[in-house]
């Protein structure tokens, strides 16, 4: 995956070349660092698979051609309840980009359509506090054997790092 500081260095090179538009960054996180150099440096930009609400939010030079987080956090609830037929949930977030848009766009919908979100558990990613929350996370679904489906709302390179 491309970092942040990657982005942003790379990001600054059409302040001084005669680019029209930009086409990147794969992912959000790195779209969102280098967002701010594109719009004070006017440059349109379009990312295909950036999704994090935060992304457009106040750029009027960036710009995607997927959905946002939000909607995909509404949409999945939708299945869930509808197609699924499940009526409770829980869910583990971490408190990235992702799983703050997508935790509450989830369950407002997932709610609305009649569901219930017994838990939500905040997944730390930073090394000195991820064992202590997964602890935190294990013993509340074993305290709620009616927890429901578990729903894990993490950005993808997290899932990638602790997960898969």
């Known amino acids: 995956m491309v970092s942040c ?3 942003w260095v790379t990001a600054a090179r059409p302040s001084t070349s005669p680019a029209v538009a930009a086409i990147g960054h794969l ?3 790195p779209s969102i660092a280098a967002g701010p150099i594109y ?9 295909a698979s950036g999704t994090a609400d ?3 939010v106040d750029n009027p030079y960036y710009f995607r051609v997927i959905f946002d987080t939000s ?3 509404s949409a999945l609830a939708l299945y869930v309840r ?3 037929g499940l009526r409770t949930a829980s869910i583990i977030y971490s408190a990235e980009d992702f799983g703050l848009s997508f935790t509450p766009a989830f369950t407002a919908a997932f709610e609305r359509l009649g569901g219930t979100v017994r838990n939500t558990w905040r997944y730390e990613t930073t090394a000195d506090r991820q064992a202590p929350s997964l602890a935190t996370i294990a013993a509340g679904l074993r305290a709620d054997p009616e927890a429901g489906m578990v729903l894990l709302a993490v950005s993808p390179n997290t899932a990638a790092r602790d997960v898969v």
């Open 5 to 7: 500081a990657f982005a």
């Open 27 to 29: 992912v959000s996180a």
């Open 39 to 47: 719009r004070d440096g006017r440059l349109p930009t379009v990312t």
């Open 54 to 56: 935060s992304l457009t």
């Open 71 to 73: 909607n995909q956090g």
């Open 82 to 84: 509808q197609v699924l």
